[in-house]
């Protein structure tokens, strides 16, 4: 784990002339534990399927920070069948796609905008509604290439 007051940076070596991104804690809180919906790290088991992100806890209205700078190229509704929760994509430097659900997306923050590691891209959501006994959280999704990748590797977990 990387210390919560340090930006992690992996190896700047970049044959495209691209540092790889800078990576911040979207909540600056640690990734949930285990609640009566399931577990909130990486690779835990969701019945047939794994959870694919990290879910960094929030309270409900917090403010919620872009992971890592680049362009929002996606803000969008993670459910059909319910349009209240929302989502925030930001594609990043190397390949890099950082999707942070369950956040409302904030004044100004529009599909390209360019965002910087650690500026408000919104607030968080109240999950209660939709799961009991869940622990709010802001769920956050990293690919690069199209492969998912354990956000707790890079975003650093106070």
């Not at 209205?61 to 680049?70: E, I, L």
Request: proline share 6%.
């Amino acid at each position: 784990m990387h210390p919560s007051s340090e930006v992690y940076h992996e190896d700047a070596s970049d044959p495209v002339g691209e540092a790889d991104p800078e990576w911040v804690n979207p909540t600056d809180r640690a990734i949930r534990g285990c609640d009566d919906q399931g577990c909130g790290h990486f690779g835990a088991p969701r019945g047939i399927r794994t959870h694919r992100g990290a879910d960094y806890t929030a309270d409900s209205g917090q403010n919620v920070v872009a992971a890592a700078r680049g362009t929002v190229t996606r803000i969008g509704y993670p459910y059909a069948d319910d349009l209240s929760y929302r989502y925030v994509e930001i594609q990043g430097a190397n390949g890099y796609t950082v999707r942070e659900l369950y956040v409302s997306p904030a004044e100004g923050i529009a599909v390209g905008s360019q965002v910087s590691a650690g500026q408000a891209i919104g607030t968080a959501q109240n999950l209660t509604t939709r799961y009991t006994g869940i622990t709010n959280h802001v769920h956050v999704e990293i690919r690069r290439n199209g492969n998912y990748i354990n956000p707790a590797m890079l975003i650093p977990n106070p």
